[in-house]
Nanobody
Framework: VQLVESGGGLVQAGGSVRLSCAASGFIFDDHVIGWFRQAPGKRREGVVCITGSDGRTHDEDLVKGRFTISSDIAKNTVTLQINSLKPEDTAVYYC??????????????WGQGTQVTVSS
């Protein structure tokens, strides 16, 4: 199993960033892919989870209009678009693969992360 995140960088507040998670080594549409972030000195927090087979989203606590997740089964890729970036969005963003059981996404493998830094 391999997950490779890309697309991070330095972005001005108010701008947008598009993060990608390229997945390999497992059957994409039998699993879920989730995005997480961890800001300096803070605990890792979940952003959103998406089912590979049908694109349904779960665990959307942080998705409040600024985050859009999408999946491309043909490319085994999940994309997270973040708009109207704020300095507090600065974090390392990780994707993870897992399964959806009893209404919850459970994760098994993680990528190395991509840094997003938002300047004010």
């Amino acid at each position: 199993v391999q997950l490779v995140e890309s697309g991070g960088g330095l972005v001005q507040a108010g701008g947008s960033v598009r993060l990608s998670c390229a997945a390999s080594g497992f059957i994409f549409d039998d699993h879920v892919i989730g995005w997480f972030r961890q800001a300096p000195g803070k605990r890792r927090e979940g952003v959103v989870c998406i089912t590979g087979s049908d694109g349904r989203t779960h665990d959307e606590d942080l998705v409040k209009g600024r985050f859009t997740i999408s999946s491309d089964i043909a490319k085994n890729t999940v994309t997270l678009q973040i708009n109207s970036l704020k300095p507090e969005d600065t974090a390392v963003y990780y994707c993870a693969v897992g399964i959806f059981v009893d209404g919850t996404c459970w994760y098994e493998n993680w990528g190395q992360g991509t840094q997003v830094t938002v300047s004010s």
